[in-house]
């Protein structure tokens, strides 16, 4: 009587252990033949190897081979990568010979490397929190005359957000053409979704890429993470800055966050539209090419500037290539500002070379982050830069979502982009380069106060890490590659 239950059991064990066998080798199959980063497929390998039916499905789940597929998807399903027309390469006037060909060989660079090019006679403000910028933002949005795309990772429905969701239904009361895209992740941040409320308002809004059940374990990590809003074609405004009530700080809200959004104007604003076109042609099937979207805009200042636009969807990873490329250009100083600071390998070998050949590089990220995780693994980075000259700062409470980079005296990139492997290869982003001395000054100013509120971070720090601490932020080191 006990044996057929026995036999029963032994059968599913041997099921089971030739399905694991399966799923493992399938997995490393994958990995074998199809990962490109050796690093991320160790990880990976290894995952798969301890645990062969967890890892073979995380892997599944999670991978950055799918993530690149489902990017393509995107791609290819709003025609071919636009370019902007007649390429040429941007002049610099520079008091000194040897800077003007330094800055002139970044930009044709960077130039290759972005499907736009540089435009001049642009101008960039920048706006410090969102006591600054959602004010802007709002009394652009009611003095629209004829159109107003709006793009955001987080949009949430309350406090400040029922601001926005006001003013992008009265445009669309009084005529004005508006168009809303938000993240389909971004969207969960509230409840109920600001989605469901535009709609009800009658405002075009979409989600990008909404997904149900499995399928949103699948594309979690496929992310539009933009910030994107322009008016009339003319004006427009992007940076790192979420709708939230939180970046409001003179409301004191109950988790502050301090950050930077830029209001743009000039020809580049035509490269915002442009990428907002892309993304809702993916979300809505609408071509936006009329005149009232891409309308003549006039120079307002002296900014050359350059649209980059990243994502999974691109053969090329093309923000740390862009990054790379202008770390190696750095002569004097390279100051970078971002909340979460997990580089890839070929970033932290590009500081370190910076440091070594004499470039003053100073990193500045909060001390306590709101993605705890993320700060414990970044901890374990710190001694290869410390030791090879690198100033790391950490700065206090309210966390800084400020996105910046400047390279020397003149060059700034501002944007959606962090420096952690899911903004710099899963996210679809988007940032501006800038050439132009007084902007960069204005920028290094702000990075400048940051510095000085911060703690610096040295080797003598370090060392007093307690053993539990140090076992903590190694563990969380291990997940870089998906962090």
């Not at 025609?79 to 027309?85: L, T």
């Not at 308002?201 to 994107?228: D, E, S, W, Y």
């Not at 008016?231 to 700080?249: C, H, P, Q, S």
């Not at 090329?316 to 002569?331: D, K």
Request: proline share 7%; charged share 20%.
């Amino acid at each position: 009587m006990s044996v057929c239950p026995v036999l029963a059991l032994s059968s599913t064990a041997s099921v089971l252990s030739v399905l694991a066998i399966l799923l493992s080798l399938a997995a490393l199959f994958h990995l074998l033949t199809r990962h490109r980063d050796p690093r991320t497929a160790a990880f990976w390998v290894a995952l798969v190897v301890l645990s062969p039916v967890a890892g073979a499905c995380l892997y599944a789940l999670f991978g950055i081979n799918f993530v690149r597929r489902r990017g393509r998807t995107y791609r290819g399903s709003i025609g071919p990568a636009y370019r902007d027309p007649a390429p040429k390469c941007p002049l610099f006037v520079q008091e000194s010979p040897s800077l003007a060909e330094r800055d002139c060989a970044l930009a044709v660079t960077l130039d290759r490397i972005s499907r736009f090019h540089f435009t001049s006679g642009n101008e960039l403000t920048p706006l410090i929190n969102g006591d600054e910028a959602m004010p802007a933002m709002l009394e652009a949005i009611s003095s629209a005359q004829c159109s107003v795309a709006f793009s955001s990772y987080i949009f949430e429905a309350h406090h400040i957000g029922v601001e926005f969701v006001s003013a992008l239904a009265a445009a669309h009361t009084r005529g004005v053409q508006v168009r809303v895209i938000v993240d389909d992740a971004g969207t969960r941040y509230s409840w109920p979704p600001v989605t469901r409320e535009l709609a009800r308002q009658g405002v075009p809004v979409r989600r990008f890429m909404p997904n149900r059940f499995i399928m949103r374990l699948i594309t979690m990590n496929l992310r539009n993470h933009k910030k994107l809003l322009i008016v009339d074609g003319r004006l427009a405004f992007t940076g790192g800055m979420n709708i939230r009530e939180g970046n409001m700080i003179s409301r004191q809200p109950r988790h502050p966050v301090r950050d930077l959004h830029f209001r743009v104007t000039g020809p580049v604003v035509a490269q915002l539209q442009r990428v907002f076109a892309e993304d809702w042609s993916f979300c809505d099937g609408e071509v936006l090419d009329e005149k009232l979207w891409f309308p003549d805009i006039p120079t307002t200042g002296s900014t050359h500037a350059l649209g980059i636009v990243d994502g999974p969807d691109e053969d090329m990873e093309v923000m740390p290539t862009a990054l790379f490329a202008a770390l190696n250009a750095a002569r004097q100083r390279v100051c970078i500002l971002t909340p979460y600071f997990l580089p890839p390998p070929i970033l932290i070998a590009a500081l370190q070379l910076c440091a070594t050949r004499g470039v003053e590089v100073s990193i500045v990220t909060p001390a306590q982050n709101n993605i705890p995780f993320v700060a414990w693994a970044a901890r374990t980075l710190y001694p290869e830069l410390l030791h090879a000259g690198c100033r790391i700062f950490e700065s206090p409470q309210p966390f800084d979502h400020s996105k910046v980079l400047l390279i020397d005296d003149a060059w700034s990139c501002v944007g959606s982009t962090n420096w952690d492997p899911r903004s710099l290869r899963l996210n679809f982003e988007f940032n501006l380069v800038c050439h132009d001395a007084a902007f960069a000054s204005r920028l290094h100013s702000i990075f400048e106060e940051k510095k000085t509120q911060s703690l610096e971070i040295t080797e003598a720090i370090l060392a007093d890490t307690t053993l539990a601490e140090r076992l903590r932020n190694g563990i969380a080191r291990l997940f870089i590659p998906v962090l």
